[in-house]
T-cell receptor, first 113, second 113 residues
């Protein structure tokens, strides 16, 4: 079973920030939080990952709470092309990260014009 | 820089037949993993290959087997196809060490009739 909980769907107006929450209350100290998205009929696309500090890249920002039990992915200015299923995943890293990602059902983000 | 490439993109097979799917990893990556994604579900981990050996396996029967070649490319073989094997098969590549994210291809859509 997935170790994360996400809302099944969210709407966002084009140009506004999209804030996607994820609960991972059983996360362990050596587990990272990864976010992927999947646009219809394509493979999952890596967005961002983090351990305990907030992270930002050209696609998004990742805010992880101090107790690491939850996180939020922020798309600062959503566009119609951001409509996709967003997956929050915890990934164990023993020094070599496992490739066994456990995907839940994700959040379907619908960006409205 | 080519990303992960998979072939073929679509395939139709009959129950009981065997199928081979192919994957070329992203340049510089040494680890390949395979995932199965049924319609409306998140991807499920099949297995991971590194240094031409299967390193980790998900909950899939022995009908699912794989191979990794010296150039890091990989094949997924499925024997005795069942109707339930109809799915999108995704290949992902990464570096074994560190927190290198998995990069996914766009998959092979397998239909079993």
């Amino acid at each position: 079973d997935a170790k994360t909980t996400q809302p099944p769907s969210m709407d966002c107006a084009e140009g506004r920030a999209a804030n996607l929450p994820c609960n991972h209350s059983t996360i362990s100290g050596n587990e990272y939080v990864y976010w992927y998205r999947q646009i219809h009929s394509q493979g999952p696309q890596y967005i961002i990952h983090g351990l305990k500090n907030n992270e930002t890249n050209e696609m998004a920002s990742l805010i992880i709470t101090e107790d690491r039990k939850s996180s939020t992915l922020i798309l600062p200015h959503a566009t119609l092309r951001d409509t996709a299923v967003y997956y929050c995943i915890v990934r164990v890293n023993y020094g070599g990260a496992t490739n066994k990602l456990i995907f839940g059902t994700g959040t379907l983000l619908a960006v409205q014009p | 820089d080519a990303g992960v490439t998979q072939s073929p993109t679509h395939l139709i097979k009959t129950r009981g037949q065997q199928v081979t799917l192919r994957c070329s990893p992203k340049s510089g990556h040494d680890t390949v993993s395979w995932y199965q994604q049924a319609l409306g579900q998140g991807p499920q981990f099949i297995f991971q290959y590194y240094e031409e050996e299967e390193r980790q396996r998900g909950n899939f029967p022995d009908r699912f087997s794989g191979h990794q070649f010296p150039n890091y490319s990989s094949e997924l073989n499925v024997n005795a196809l069942l109707l339930g094997d109809s799915a999108l098969y995704l290949c992902a590549s990464s570096l074994l060490q560190g927190t290198s994210p998995l990069h996914f291809g766009n998959g092979t859509r397998l239909t079993v009739t």
